[in-house]
């Protein structure tokens, strides 16, 4: 899957867990500068609860890395079910970050959701 892939080469962040009983996996990595002005932060977060088929709403704060912009990119695949002939529909969004630095994103079930997002390089002064 190339959601997953883009975090090949990236710094590893521990991301805390989330207090949903194991059903939100997630994994985030920083990519070095782009551009000269900013480095990439990419966060993948799968929702594996195909049985309570509800959403979980994740909130990370991004006040630490500084993120540059004022919205985050966001791929969701959404599951259409969890039959055997079940696909995923593609959705794209770019939800605002909020004051000091808050992101929320919503995963539906059995979905996976992308996001990416510049931030401040470690020893830039921009």
């Avoid at 997630?26 to 500068?33: D, F, N």
């Avoid at 770019?94 to 997002?117: K, M, R, W």
Wanted: proline letters at 6%; one cysteine or more; glycine letters at 12%.
């Amino acid at each position: 899957m190339s959601l997953l892939q883009g975090h090949q080469g990236g710094s590893r962040i521990e991301v805390p867990p989330i207090g949903t009983q194991g059903d939100l996996d997630t994994i985030a990595t920083l990519h070095g500068e782009k551009s000269g002005t900013c480095a990439l932060l990419r966060l993948t977060m799968v929702n594996l609860n195909a049985v309570g088929w509800s959403s979980i709403n994740v909130r990370a704060s991004l006040a630490s890395l500084g993120p540059v912009g004022d919205s985050v990119a966001v791929t969701t695949l959404e599951a259409g079910g969890h039959a055997a002939n079940s696909t995923f529909k593609t959705l794209r969004s770019n939800p605002a970050i909020g004051p000091e630095g808050l992101l929320e994103i919503a995963v539906p079930p059995f979905s996976v959701a992308h996001a990416e997002v510049c931030v401040r390089h470690r020893g830039s002064d921009r």
